[in-house]
T-cell receptor, first 114, second 109 residues
Framework: EAGVAQSPRYKIIEKRQSVAFWCNPISGHATLYWYQQILGQGPKLLIQFQNNGVVDDSQLPKDRFSAERLKGVDSTLKIQPAKLEDSAVYLCASSFTSGANVLTFGAGSRLTVL | SQELEQSPQSLIVQEGKNLTINCTSS?????LYWYKQKYGEGLIFLMM?????EEKSHEKITAKLDEKKQQSSLHITASQPSHAGIYLC?????????FGTGTSLTVIP
């Protein structure tokens, strides 16, 4: 089966610019996750979707970050305006459902903010 | 919220040596997952443990979940350069899936 697709793989922007990341989960996976991984740290959950509804976005900096999953399939994560501390790898993952399920991860989108 | 602490933070071993990585939870674990990450890449699922005392092995990697279900260990026997990467434990905390702080493993040929 096809894996989780993410794009772009790499992005370099200047602070205060905007950026968007795209994720296409595994077909049939109802749950989609966006994680932020800063160099040297474990992934931090930003937002979790169940179909097209938000399950948890408690750690999403909502003043600058937004995410949507309009049709319950693919998802976009946007940052506007970007700050230096947003430099990280943004990982998308999906699972069949929430709960005791294995998450399958995409390769990640590496963002560098100058 | 649930926290997962991993130790050691980093590990450098000679090829052929055995090693152990630990993951300790602040709460009872109902499912503990081990993932591996190569630099610049996504996470690859290794193993899932759900029952206290459970032990699983895949090739030269063995993971255990202790009886009290608050700690897990990952043991690599006869390490190889292909084992190098970042090892992350993860747990299902109800609505959220948490990750540990990560252990960076370097294997010197």
């Amino acid at each position: 089966e096809a894996g989780v697709a993410q794009s772009p793989r790499y992005k370099i922007i200047e602070k205060r610019q905007s950026v968007a990341f795209w994720c296409n989960p595994i077909s049939g996976h109802a749950t989609l996750y966006w994680y932020q991984q800063i160099l040297g740290q474990g992934p931090k959950l930003l937002i979790q979707f169940q179909n097209n509804g938000v399950v948890d976005d408690s750690q999403l900096p909502k003043d600058r970050f937004s995410a949507e999953r309009l049709k319950g399939v693919d998802s976009t994560l946007k940052i506007q305006p970007a700050k230096l501390e947003d430099s990280a790898v943004y990982l998308c993952a999906s699972s069949f459902t929430s709960g005791a399920n294995v998450l399958t991860f995409g390769a990640g989108s590496r963002l560098t903010v100058l | 919220s649930q926290e997962l602490e991993q130790s050691p933070q980093s590990l450098i071993v000679q090829e052929g040596k055995n090693l152990t990585i630990n993951c300790t939870s602040s709460k009872t674990l109902y499912g503990l997952y081990w993932y591996k990450q190569k630099y610049g890449e996504g996470l690859i699922f290794l193993m899932m443990l759900q029952k206290g005392g459970e032990e699983k092995s895949h090739e030269k990697i063995t993971a255990k979940l202790d009886e009290k279900k608050q700690q897990s260990s990952l043991h690599i026997t006869a390490s190889q350069p292909s084992h190098a990467g970042i090892y992350l434990c993860g747990a299902d905390g109800g609505n959220q899936f948490y990750f540990g702080t990560g252990t960076s493993l370097t294997v010197i040929p």
